[in-house]
Structure formats: structure tokens, C-alpha cells
């Protein structure tokens, strides 16, 4: 039985890795239906075939529908209460657009790969009020914030979240179109990156350093 479910394992990793989520959403069943626990189904194949997707990406190997598929796999199934209990001390980041700007697709594919790196996410999605944010981090008990701005006109929104976050002494990411690395100096936040690989990497370094 413990060979069988250690092949298993094996090939949920391969399914992940090549994209193939509708044979990996057959194999998880399996291993449920065998009375595997969950947590063991997270921590012996779906991490780590999302740690060696990241590594991957990083080196130009895979592309991001792979990623995002694996992220959307990794997400349904931590909605089983079970499973989640292996997230409970995973740092948890707050994600989203600042108020008035609509755009989004640079922020989930962040919020893609810091899932894939093992972070809790919690997206509010994109033309979220300033104080949400903070109130968010206040009540599911995160250190950090990461906000968006594709626009000009919104950044002010990013440091309005700053000036907020540092009542209750939490870390603001930065990124999006519109901002750079002296943005994020001149406002006082916590990292600035301009892609997703640079995000995990200061999310990364935030982590180590707390």
C-alpha cells in the first residue's frame, strides 16, 4: 500500500509540473478516497512539484499558464480545511490594486507565484480603498502588504497605504507599471519589484529578516 501511494505521489508531482490539472485533480481523489491525509498529500507532492514549478519558471523552463494552473490546483484544494491546517503558519500576504485602478493581471501572476512558494494569499482584487488593506491585515493576522498601481495617477494610493500600515507596523510591498525602485524609497515602503520572480525574491528576504 505505502509503495503504491509513494507512486501515486509521484505521478501528482509529474501531472503538476506538466500542467496536466485534470489528471492531477484524479490522482488527489484517489489518494483521498484511499484515506490518505490531506496534509501528507500537500507535503509529499503538491508543494514540492510548486517549489521545482518556481525554480523552473525562474529559469525560463516553463511559462505562466503552467504557473497559474498550478496555483489555481494548489488553491482549491487548501480550501479543504484539512489541508489548510499545513498553511496555518505560513506567512500570510495581503494582495491587491489600489483604489481607482482596474488592472490586475500583473498582480495575480505575483499572487500565482507567492501560492507557489507556499505564502498564503489573500488577492482583494483591484480598486480596493486604502484602509481595506490595512483592516484586512489587522483581522487575518499578516505582516504584510503588497499593493499594485499600473497608473500614474493612482500611486498616491500607495503611499496613503504606507502612512496607514505604519500604525500597526507592517511591511508595504510596491510594484505595477507605474512605480519604481525610488518610488518605493521616497514613500518609505518596505521592497519595491518590477516583475513576479523579483516579488517572491523580496517576499523571500522580508520573511528571512523577521
Aim: hydrophobic share 40%; glycine share 8%.
Amino acid at each position: 500500500m505505502a509503495e503504491a501511494m509513494d507512486g501515486t505521489f509521484k505521478d501528482l508531482m509529474e501531472s503538476i509540473l506538466e500542467g496536466d490539472v485534470q489528471r492531477a485533480e484524479s490522482l488527489i481523489d484517489q489518494l483521498q478516497r484511499s484515506g490518505c491525509d490531506p496534509m501528507q498529500i500537500v507535503t509529499d507532492a503538491i508543494k514540492p512539484a510548486m517549489e521545482e514549478l518556481g525554480r523552473r519558471f525562474e529559469r525560463g523552463e516553463v511559462f505562466l499558464p503552467t504557473i497559474i494552473s498550478a496555483s489555481m490546483l494548489f488553491t482549491d484544494f487548501n480550501k479543504n480545511a484539512a489541508a489548510s491546517e499545513y498553511l496555518s503558519d505560513a506567512p500570510t500576504i495581503i494582495m491587491g490594486t489600489v483604489s481607482t485602478d482596474i488592472h490586475e493581471i500583473g498582480k495575480n501572476i505575483c499572487a500565482s507565484m507567492a501560492r507557489i512558494r507556499g505564502y498564503n494569499v489573500m488577492d482583494l482584487g483591484c480598486d480596493v480603498p486604502s484602509e481595506k488593506f490595512i483592516s484586512q491585515a489587522v483581522k487575518h493576522g499578516s505582516g504584510t502588504v503588497a499593493v499594485s498601481s499600473t497608473m500614474k495617477s493612482s500611486l498616491k494610493y500607495q503611499q496613503e497605504i504606507v502612512e496607514l500600515a505604519a500604525a500597526w507596523d507592517l511591511s508595504v510591498l510596491v510594484g505595477g507599471a507605474s512605480c519604481s525602485p525610488e518610488w518605493c524609497g521616497r514613500i518609505g515602503a518596505a521592497g519595491y519589484s518590477r516583475d513576479c520572480v523579483e516579488f517572491v525574491q523580496v517576499l523571500d528576504e522580508l520573511h528571512d529578516q523577521s
